[in-house]
């Protein structure tokens, strides 16, 4: 009776081993599915933020190059006014620009080859986002095509104006997939960059444009100084300067902008320089 007993109580161990096997093999099947899921997003996620650190460091390598000089001029003026940067209208004025439109802009015929060329400069940049893999705008079926039309493009002359343009138009209201295309393009960092720097060309080039039409005198630059990161230092001053009754004070004031100018460059490439080290090992 006794080995009987034993017999029986190690023939339901036995079964009790093998059913909790089957549970967690069961369990383990049921599980797979959502832990490769969540392992695939990670990866993805991991992935995406890797493709934007690349993105946002080549910017930075980028904008190292562009804060090599600082520039620090003094000029009097009648009045001072602040102009706020909004993408999206300095999209659209930068787009509007063309041959045919400079008329109706009512841009001095002096000045229209200067506004044509803050146009192209704008598809140079779109061009050049297209045909980089690592931009987020890269456009692989077309980028042959693109990079044939950049001998056009990057010649300072009129030859580029036969290419049509692949800027996303904002004046297509109608059309509510350019609308998302040209907030896509205003969201990249590169992109915007230029453009920022592209509309302060184009409101000095209206200001000379309205001096022309309206023939007043055009704001005089006293003093000028350009300082390199090499450490070449140039300063310039007008010759209306010489004879100012207020010289001795707008020499004052010239070097205190320089000196504030020339801290806060300091000050920002330091920055850069120890955010590109700390991620770039």
């Not at 899921?37 to 190059?65: F, K, M, P, T, V």
């Not at 010649?155 to 109608?174: A, G, K």
Request: aromatic share 8%.
């Amino acid at each position: 009776m006794l080995q009987k007993r034993r017999k029986t109580e190690k023939l339901k161990s036995k079964q009790l081993k093998s059913s909790n096997k089957s549970v967690a093999a069961k369990s383990s099947k049921n599980r797979q599915p959502n832990q490769i899921s969540r392992y695939a997003r990670a990866i993805h996620l991991q992935e995406s933020n890797s493709q934007r650190l690349d993105r946002w460091l080549d910017s930075l390598n980028s904008l190292l190059g562009e804060i090599a000089s600082i520039e620090v001029n003094t000029s009097v003026v009648p009045k001072i006014t602040t102009e706020k940067f909004m993408p999206w209208q300095a999209y659209l004025e930068l787009f509007a620009i063309s041959r045919t439109n400079l008329d109706n802009l009512h841009i001095h015929s002096s000045l229209q080859e200067y506004y044509l060329s803050l146009r192209r400069q704008l598809e140079l940049e779109y061009s050049f986002l297209l045909i980089n893999p690592q931009s987020e705008l890269y456009e692989q079926e077309q980028s042959k095509q693109i990079k044939r039309d950049l001998a056009l493009l990057v010649q300072p002359n009129d030859d580029w104006e036969i290419i049509s343009s692949r800027l996303p138009d904002p004046f297509e209201s109608d059309d509510p997939s350019i609308i998302i295309r040209v907030h896509k393009l205003l969201r990249n960092f590169s992109f915007l960059r230029t453009l920022r720097k592209l509309r302060e060309l184009k409101s000095i080039l209206d200001r000379r444009n309205q001096f022309l039409w309206q023939a007043k005198s055009v704001d005089t630059i006293f003093a000028q100084t350009k300082i390199q990161l090499g450490g070449q230092i140039s300063t310039c001053y007008a010759q209306k300067l010489l004879t100012h009754p207020h010289k001795q004070s707008l020499l004052k004031l010239h070097q205190e902008g320089v000196e504030a100018g020339e801290k806060h460059w300091q000050r920002l490439l330091e920055f850069l320089i120890t955010i590109a080290h700390k991620y770039k090992g």
